[in-house]
């Protein structure tokens, strides 16, 4: 299950993506039956930065690269 926004206020962004990116996201959108591209786009974003969060070593500024 996707995220859930929550009531903090948004702040607009313009992202580019090349054509293969977009086809990513499509499809995930798609696979995971949200909303709209934005909640993809969002909800992978977040997945991303949990991710990123877990790598990093306590005590440490920057993560191990991948």
Not at 24 to 34: G, P, S, T
Not at 39 to 66: C, D, F, N, Q
């Amino acid at each position: 299950m996707p995220p859930r926004r929550t009531d903090k206020k948004a702040t607009r962004i313009h992202v580019m993506l090349d054509e293969d990116e977009l086809v990513e996201v499509d499809e995930y959108f798609h696979d995971a039956r949200l909303k709209n591209r934005s909640e993809a786009i969002r909800t992978l974003l977040k997945y991303g930065l949990e991710v990123h969060r877990s790598r990093r070593p306590m005590g440490k500024e920057k993560p191990e690269p991948m």
